[in-house]
């Protein structure tokens, strides 16, 4: 695992977003994989600045989201789907037909998935998987379970999950309890990987990230396997390395 050390927050970000730029210049039609949460917000305003200066461009892009809420509606201002068009998308020249998020309005959960699946392997897979890593060690929604589910699915939101991410909602009984995510396959599948950590309450996670054992109540362990991932972290996240 590459493990980048930055100073802070503005670094990480400005790192990131040049690292997605070359993906991105280098391959036109890349298959990204993206996500959501506080500290991406700032990887995609710089994505937006490399757009409008026009060192890429999104039109063959493809996007795989890893999550969204379960159930919630497209339409609700604290869905993922919402959080990409407000952050990302609707700044960007992307084709609406290339953004996959899953949908967390289904009658049928378990087909969704399925297809989300067979939607990915359809494009070849993900050419860059962009991820965070909750405190609690999860990446996308996976989180901290005995066995680690491979395939994408339906998942209870742990409750360290639920405190972190009700803010977004009006209240705590608001936020649903269960998310639809991509599953350990397809993110070990990806081609490259970039995740960041930062904030004190990341170090926890990070630590159990990078000390060469994989552990399923740690989902983002499962990382050290993968052949090309970078980890761009902050002071605070690398506080207990
Ligand atoms: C969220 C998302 C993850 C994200 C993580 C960290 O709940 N499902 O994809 O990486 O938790 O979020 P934040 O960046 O807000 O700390």
Redesign the pocket.
């Known amino acids: 695992m590459n493990l980048i050390r930055v100073k802070d927050y503005n670094e990480m970000i400005e790192r990131a977003g040049e690292y997605m730029k070359l993906q991105v210049r280098e391959k036109k039609d890349s298959v990204l994989g993206l996500?959501?949460?506080?500290?991406?917000?700032g990887v995609y305003e710089r994505l937006i600045e490399h757009y409008k200066n026009k060192d890429i461009s999104f039109r063959d892009v493809i996007t795989f989201n890893?999550?969204e809420y379960y159930p919630i509606t497209r339409e609700n201002p604290s869905s993922?789907y919402q959080y990409m068009m407000e952050h990302l998308f609707r700044h960007t020249d992307i084709n609406t037909e290339n953004i996959h998020i899953p949908d967390g309005s289904t009658t049928d959960p378990l087909e969704e998935c399925k297809s989300y699946d067979k939607k990915i392997e359809a494009v070849g897979g993900i050419d860059l998987q962009l991820?965070?890593?909750?405190?609690n060690g999860?990446?996308?929604?996976n989180e901290p379970k005995p066995v680690l589910e491979l395939n994408t699915h339906l998942t209870d939101?742990d409750e360290t999950?639920i405190e972190?991410?009700a803010s977004a909602f009006s209240s705590r009984e608001a936020m649903p309890q269960q998310?639809i995510?991509l599953g350990i396959k397809k993110i070990m599948e990806a081609k490259k990987i970039i995740l960041?950590a930062?904030?004190r309450?990341?170090s926890e996670a990070l630590r159990k990230m990078t000390r060469k054992e994989v552990d399923p109540r740690w989902p983002a362990s499962i990382l050290q396997l993968h052949p090309d991932i970078t980890t761009i972290a902050d002071e605070e996240a690398c506080e207990r390395l």
């Open positions: 996500a959501t949460g506080r500290t991406m917000v890893l999550d993922y991820l965070g890593i909750g405190r999860h990446i996308g929604f939101l999950t972190d991410n998310a995510t960041l930062n904030g309450e990341k």
